[in-house]
């Protein structure tokens, strides 16, 4: 799949970790860089779901047509799919699922 991003800070943050750990802290940082290099390596996103240590699923509710990807127990890495084939990962946001 290929991946666009909601915004330029969500690529940098990929694309340059220290500005990630920056944002999220150690744990999360490299696990956001994982779970995005997992994506491009995959073909559908039933690829995605059939990978159980990522607790791929999409979302019901007011997040409807998006999925979620855990990252820790609490975080979690939210993206839509585009494109016309839905071929498309559009990182959106990482999420601390829990509230404080």
Do not use: W
């Amino acid at each position: 799949m290929e991946v666009s991003f909601r915004t330029r800070r969500f690529e940098r943050e990929y694309r340059e970790y220290n500005k990630a750990v920056k944002a999220y802290g150690d744990e999360i940082a490299r696990k956001y860089i994982d779970r995005i290099n997992i994506i491009k390596t995959v073909k559908d996103i039933d690829e995605l779901i059939n990978l159980p240590v990522l607790r791929c699923h999409p979302l019901k509710g007011n997040r409807a047509g998006q999925y979620a990807i855990k990252l820790t127990g609490f975080y979690r890495l939210i993206f839509t799919l585009k494109g016309d084939a839905l071929e498309i990962a559009h990182i959106e946001e990482v999420s601390k699922h829990y509230g404080d």
